[in-house]
């Protein structure tokens, strides 16, 4: 074992050698020192982020060390961003990071191009006429956005990904047996067990998948189909328990059997999520994944099914019976690979990656994620869904303060002055979608006590949901939230919504 396996070890058990290269490949840009924003290139750079960039053209103060563990004392008065950078260096070499002394604000207005340089973009406390046109920057260069910072006792992520594929959505297990419709090298190995000349010891160890055939294959020889109904179903497994042997003492393959044979009943087909995402305009453009789904909807025009994912869950088996029936399903799954392989179009692409997609399209996904735009033209947040979403209009209200006064509510001597100012906001901005402030007012006097300052344990907790979601979107694995998530640190609850 090489020294970054070594290194990499857990992780690549949970996103594999493609999923670690895509995160040693991309390049992260920070916009805004803050003490979420260090806490989630913490979380991206111990697993092996490629590069990460730090944008920011404040001076560190004792406010800032006080909430940012990756901030000290000795170096207040210098720059932010060169701190930040200075100790996250620290936490491993492989990942290569720099400081940038400009504020983010001017890299939006002045230099898009600076930005459009990184795969992703983690933006902590910026402004919403700021944001609308980072937002905009990202799109066209299909950069990922990620905004996510500590307010006080709350936390606010939102992901921004415009169109966003997962291939690998990692379920528990892949089930993809085709007990409706067994191929010919299948059903031939099936005939190969003779259970009335096995020993007890000999069917225990027979793999369900054979039981649940065999009982199959009896029942269509007497009916023109499937069972339909409760009774035919129960009859079903009745032929099951009938065919084990009468000396059994172990009979853990028969209840695996009874257990899966709900999957008898349901036609191996795609779904209509599947369905729809064949159906985007996407799959006509030139990107891989896009090409490999165009082939897909082919391949189940040809052959009215999808590639078969060739892989088997863990059952009761001895190896010789459990490794000849995975070999089966294996070279039935090499076919469909070939199959799909002659399908695509354009540029070749990777057998390995060919593969892992014939493995895992049928759970494959495809989100589309609002804009900020229309975010804040209009909400979906209903009245009564406000109760859980109040935190996420608080935030606006603050920085629509924040760009009034140039600085956050409460954030002043007199800090009960700025209530009934925030009130004002908070109500004006909740009118203007058709829903009633009223009732919150205890919400907004805990916002503006809060003075815009970051906790370190808050800032901690949105830093590992932000770069565990930061990893989904740039791995294509695992299905990453839709689209926003606020952290109440009172309640100790955390609420996902899409405004």
Known sequence: MDKKTQRYDR??????????????????????????????????????????????HQNTTLGDVGSNFFLSVDQVGKNRAQSLVELLSELNEEAKGQAVVRDPHDIIQNDPSFVQQHSLV?????????????????????????????YGFFGYLRLVGGVHHVLETHPDQIFDFRLDKPWSGLLEHIKSFDFEKMDAMQYSHTPFVVLLLKAIEKWKSNHSGMPSNRQEKEQMKQLIRETAHKDILDDENVREALANIGRAYSPSKPSSGLLAVLSRPEVEQTEPFWRLCKALKQFIEKYGELPLAGVLPDMKADTDSFVALQTVYRQKAQEDITKLKQLIQGNAIPDEDIQRFCKNCSLLQVIDYNSLENEYKQTQISQDELSESVFYFLFRSCNKFRQEHGRWPGDASEWEQDIPKVQQIFENLLKSFGLDPSGFEDQVHEIVRCGGAELHNIAS????????????????????????????GVSSTTAVIKP
């Open 461 to 488: 907790i949105i830093g590992g949901m932000a770069s565990q979601e930061i990893i989904k979107l740039i791995t294509h694995q695992y299905v990453p939230t839709d689209n926003t998530v606020i952290f109440n």
């Open 122 to 150: 983690i933006a902590s406390h910026l402004s919403e006429p700021d944001l609308l046109l980072l937002e905009s920057i990202c799109r066209k260069s299909n950069t990922k956005l990620v905004i996510a910072f500590a």
């Open 11 to 56: 992780q690549l058990r949970l996103w594999q050698q493609h999923g670690q290269h895509a995160l040693e490949t991309a390049s992260i840009l920070l916009l805004g020192a803050t003490a979420a924003g260090a806490e989630t290139l913490k979380n991206l750079i111990l697993p092996g982020i490629g590069r990460y960039t730090v944008a920011d």
